[in-house]
């Protein structure tokens, strides 16, 4: 099965979908249970979507890309805590799975690509934060399904770039 990067984003938004919509209907009756079937399913996703992206050495690359967003909805949640603004909450699925998308995806390494690609969640974030104050019912179904493609375009934006850089103007 010949395996890419958008074979990756797509299974690893489905998983990340079905856990977070599983979660979000968890947390109704147990918040603690809903919170950890949010957090295992972004695990998941982000294994997913390495292994079905087919980087070299996937086993270390997912573990590594799921710690880090796990840490990244952690950060937020105790920002949340402290602040006591659920815009804060609300962002911490997106920008954790956008983080495991961030570190996950072939290239690996590349600072401006990186760099890239994190703007691209922080905007995707911005905008599923915003939804949520408008309609959360809306923020529930879109939140899951934003992060990944963003770092997929990110990508492509960033490949743009560097092709129109290297052009030569006559």
Partial sequence: MKQSKWLGIGVGTLIAAIAL????????????????????GIVF???AMVMFSGV???????????LYAIVAA???????????SPSYLVAAPVFAVGVGGTVGLEPIGDTARMLTRIVGVIVVCGIAVAVYWVDNTVYA???PLIP??????????????K?????TTD
């Avoid at 603690?32 to 949010?38: E, F, H, P, W």
């Avoid at 070299?56 to 799921?66: C, E, L, P, R």
């Avoid at 950060?75 to 402290?82: G, K, R, S, W």
């Avoid at 492509?156 to 770039?161: H, Q």
């Fill in 21 to 40: 919509w599983f979660g979000l209907i968890a947390v109704q009756s147990s918040r603690v249970t809903g919170l950890t079937v949010i957090a295992v």
């Fill in 45 to 47: 996703a982000v294994y």
């Fill in 56 to 66: 070299d050495d996937g086993q270390t690359v997912a573990f590594n890309a799921s």
């Fill in 74 to 84: 952690s950060t937020l949640t105790i920002v949340f805590t402290a602040t006591g």
């Fill in 141 to 143: 179904v879109i939140a």
């Fill in 148 to 161: 990944l493609p963003a770092v997929g375009i990110a990508d492509r934006v960033f490949d743009r770039g």
């Fill in 163 to 167: 092709q129109v850089l290297a052009e």
